[in-house]
């Protein structure tokens, strides 16, 4: 059952299954909310995992605080709800954007961490391209246009060969963009823009590590999954074959495979 709690000044809405020992913090990205992980996080409980999944603070229903949203202060978030809960360490699993708020909790609580699973992210920084990109993003949700994103963003997250037997799950996430406020959205594009590169990081982080990538993603080609995961040789890498950004939606028995075989009970 959804709940709301307030994390210092912040009111979060989150959702807790106390099915196992183990907790499993699932974290949304980008134009989601925690409601992405209903099905998934289902089936993970249902295997025998404690989940926790929240609204990050400036998307779904959680509280917009400030012009900037930086992976830093959302990962504290992250850290307040499972003290709340008494949750005393739990891994990580982080989608896209999720996967930089992971990065940053593992960096600034590696007590509370026990693992970290980037799905369709890396450890990178921005690059100049991707910063130009955002800007433009932040142009068209200030210029009162976000119906451009809800019609173009949540389709190319979907691998071509799945998108019409996804339709239904594209216009949700669509219907989700156009649900987003418009200073949340330009809030956590600010904070994307601002993160540090954690590849090493990640490196001396002694914690047991996983990139998740889709072999059809068009918002992190394979080439450049394939460069990051070759940052990181002491992280173990997997390949969703027909998938694209959203392979807990689009092949969710294999992303099940893969999470119960790295961690498990």
Known sequence: MEKFTLLGDTAVRFKEIERGEKCLVLLHGYLESM????????????????????????????????????????ASIVAQLLDKQQIEKATLIGHSMGGYVALAFAEAYPEKTEGVVLFHA??????????????????????????????????????????????????????????????GIVALLRGMMERKDQNEMLA?????????FGRHDELLPPEKAEAAAAKNPQAQVAWLE?????????????????????IPL
């Open 242 to 262: 027909h998938s694209g950004h959203m392979g807990f939606v689009e092949e969710p028995e294999a992303s099940l495979r893969i999470i119960q075989d790295f």
């Open 122 to 183: 890396t450890a990178d920084g921005d690059s100049d391209e991707k910063k130009e990109n955002r800007r433009r993003e932040i142009e068209i949700i200030t210029a009162g246009r976000k119906e451009m994103l809800a019609r173009t963003f949540p389709g190319k997250r979907y691998a071509l060969e799945n998108r019409r037997r996804m339709a239904e799950e594209i216009d949700a996430d669509a219907l989700q963009v156009m649900l987003t406020e418009d200073e």
């Open 35 to 74: 409601d992405i992980w209903d099905d998934f996080g289902g089936q993970l409980a249902k295997a025998g995992y404690r989940v926790v999944t929240l609204d990050l603070p400036g998307h779904g229903i959680s509280e917009i605080v400030g012009p900037t949203h930086s992976m830093a202060y959302l």
């Open 204 to 212: 001396h982080l002694d914690r047991p590590q996983l990139f998740l």
